[in-house]
């Protein structure tokens, strides 16, 4: 580990995708400021499990990765919805697989091939 943390900066190349953030603004400035938010926090967590870091507070993991403070879970309401929206999409939650079998069939129908993706972000760049 210690090899690896020699030779690669995670911690520039992190700055550089900040970087990169406020260069690009609108929607993929925030995306890739988020994500550096995330690097960073994941950085500071792995240098805390091998004993070279200080300790993260597990409201900067949340919000790190949520963008919201830590908050209670009160699942009942978000089922409640969910179940509404799968319903009405035509996914029913009432056969055998329950909730999480509409969840799972839902996003499997969403899948989007990796090349799409590829070729939606070469679109956004400019030329």
Same mark, same amino acid.
């Given at each position: 580990?210690?090899d690896?943390? $020699?030779?690669?900066d995670?911690?520039?190349? /992190?700055?550089? /995708?900040?970087?990169?953030?406020?260069?690009?603004?609108?929607?993929? *400035?925030?995306?890739?400021?988020?994500?550096? #938010?995330?690097?960073?926090?994941?950085?500071?967590?792995?240098?805390?499990v091998?004993?070279? *870091?200080?300790?993260?507070?597990?409201?900067?993991? +949340?919000?790190? &990765?949520t963008g919201?403070?830590?908050?209670? &879970?009160?699942p009942e309401?978000?089922?409640?919805? +969910?179940?509404? #929206?799968?319903?009405?999409? *035509?996914?029913?939650?009432?056969?055998?697989?329950? #909730?999480?079998?509409?969840v799972?069939?839902?996003?499997? =129908?969403?899948?989007?091939?990796?090349?799409?993706? $590829?070729?939606? *972000?070469?679109r =956004? $760049?400019?030329?």
């Amino acid at each position: 580990m210690d090899d690896y943390l $020699r030779q690669v900066d995670l911690p520039q190349a /992190i700055a550089g /995708i900040r970087a990169e953030a406020k260069k690009s603004g609108g929607m993929r *400035g925030e995306y890739l400021q988020g994500l550096a #938010l995330c690097l960073e926090t994941m950085w500071d967590l792995a240098m805390e499990v091998l004993g070279k *870091g200080k300790p993260v507070p597990y409201e900067r993991c +949340v919000e790190s &990765s949520t963008g919201r403070p830590p908050e209670p &879970s009160r699942p009942e309401a978000k089922r409640e919805r +969910v179940t509404e #929206l799968l319903d009405r999409a *035509g996914y029913s939650t009432t056969s055998s697989a329950g #909730l999480l079998g509409a969840v799972d069939a839902w996003r499997r =129908d969403r899948v989007v091939p990796m090349a799409s993706v $590829r070729a939606s *972000g070469r679109r =956004d $760049r400019p030329l």
